[in-house]
């Protein structure tokens, strides 16, 4: 069984730095049940592969079973030796651990740096097809692609997608037995913690986080209970921090500047420009600029997307929705939804905006966030707002280095932010404009920037 690990990084040979292994090597590693050898069939500037070559060893699993020997010649004949399995799981945190880890010597910030990846499978017994394949990677930001070279059950899977190596390999680690659903060794409890220590930061919102932990867990329905109550639990505790709580400090720098008064302007003007008549608020926290948009008699319908829900309760009395018209109520809809996984209930809609939320996110997740709006979603025009860092200069009270609110994972400059923006835009056929929102220096810019990208 293969799996192989492809980047056009540059220089692509960094691949080997982040696998802890040497492009010029043959590396054998001694499993219980059989051999994993790395090698680099490719090793250049521009792209660079890794593959892991697992062979089990059939006779000596069966034979080592209890130290009896087989009983039936069929004990002999499977697939075991041939399909990526829980054994290629096993091998990878044996191979790769340092990977999986997301820890590199040679090169601790690119261990950390989203980059382009593919990896691909050959080949993996996927019980209810392509199908599945698909439900269980593309939410989580996948560009997939399926083969089936032997029949419609064992299928060649390639996934590419700009991410950390450790969001891949943790990803496979935990979905490859899923697919396969045939662990090769017991399950106990031992298992929830891998579980939750490979799966604890996207499995939560997953939207197959049931079938996942069911298939990971062996069926077994104790287990599974057990680990989806501790993902959620902890999921929860995020979640229920209230809108305003998580913006006070924000908001108490900028409103001597009426800052928030100005983007929601700005964001309205650009899509009354482009006639946007059906809309997503993607992280709409409290419902602000969903209250504004509700004014337009030419908007037709407004979908607020958010991920947390307090505040989605919160946007619910602030706007007042039990009180509403019917004919006002059934322009707007209210969904609970992650920006990081795909969901169809966003695709087709002329506009999206979102404001002061991308500084929120991981920068690992950047990537699912872009497939999902950019990729998937595709609205028509899409309106984005974040902090100009080089304006905090201006914020009394805010020391050098530190960013306006300490739930943000990261501030861009305005040249970070236009570099991000026109990557986006070239990747995915937009086109991109920027703008400066608020009393802008001539030095440091606006405090508030603006992209707005457009089909």
């Known amino acids: 069984m293969l799996l192989t690990l492809t980047t056009t990084h540059s220089p692509a040979t960094d691949l080997g730095y982040l696998l802890h292994k040497n492009p010029d090597r043959l590396h054998s590693f001694e499993l219980p049940f059989g051999v994993a050898r790395v090698f680099f069939p490719e090793a250049g500037a521009d792209r ?55 820890t590199s010597r040679e090169r601790p910030e690119l261990a950390a740096k989203p980059i382009n990846l593919e990896a691909t499978l050959d080949v993996v017994r996927v019980r209810d097809g392509e199908g599945f394949v698909r439900q269980v990677f593309e939410p989580l930001g996948y560009e997939v692609s399926v083969a089936a070279p032997l ?24 979905l490859i037995p899923v697919l396969d659903d045939e662990k090769h060794y017991w399950v106990g409890d031992d298992e929830v913690e891998k579980l939750l220590r490979r799966g604890g930061d996207w499995l939560a919102r997953h939207p197959m986080r049931e079938q996942i932990a069911d298939r990971y867990l062996k069926h077994r329905g104790a287990l599974r209970r057990a680990a989806l109550a501790q993902l959620l639990e902890a999921e929860d505790q995020v979640e229920e921090e209230e809108p305003e709580a998580r913006g006070q400090g924000e908001s ?36 602000r600029l969903i209250a504004s948009l509700l004014k337009e008699r030419d908007v037709d319908e407004i979908v607020g997307l958010e991920v947390s829900s307090a505040a989605l309760e919160g946007a619910r009395r602030r706007l007042r929705v ?3 018209p019917e004919r006002q109520a059934a322009r707007l809809k209210l969904m609970q939804g992650s920006l990081t996984y795909r969901d169809r209930r966003i695709e087709g809609y002329d506009a999206a905006a979102v404001l002061e939320v991308i ?11 872009e497939s999902v709006v950019f990729g ?16 905090n200069a201006r914020f009394a009270g805010l020391d050098a280095g530190r960013f306006r609110h300490p739930d943000h994972r990261f501030e861009w400059s305005r040249g970070e932010f236009e570099a991000w923006g026109d990557s986006v835009s070239a990747r995915h056929g937009y086109t991109v404009t920027y703008e400066a929102i608020g009393d802008v220096d001539p030095s440091l810019g606006g405090p508030t920037q603006m992209a707005v990208f457009s089909l």
């Open 151 to 174: 029949s419609q059950r064992y299928l060649s899977i390639s996934l590419r997608r700009v991410c950390t190596l450790q969001e891949l390999l943790n990803h496979l680690y935990v």
């Open 252 to 287: 108490a720098l900028e409103e001597r500047v009426g800052l928030n008064t100005l983007r929601l302007q700005a964001v309205v003007g650009v899509l009354k420009q482009r006639q946007a008549r059906r809309i997503l608020d993607l992280g709409c926290g409290e419902g």
């Open 48 to 102: 660079c592969s890794a593959v892991l070559l697992l062979e089990v060893d059939q006779v000596g699993l069966v034979q080592g079973r209890g130290g009896r020997r087989p009983s039936r010649k069929y004990d002999y004949v499977s697939d075991r030796p041939y399909v990526a399995s829980s054994f290629m799981s096993v091998a990878m945190s044996r191979v790769f651990s340092s990977a999986l880890a997301g």
């Open 359 to 369: 500084e929120h996110l991981d920068p690992g997740r950047l990537s699912a966030f």
């Open 376 to 391: 998937h979603a595709r609205p028509r025009c899409v309106v984005i707002t974040t902090p100009n860092a080089e304006y």
């Open 322 to 324: 039990d009180e509403m």
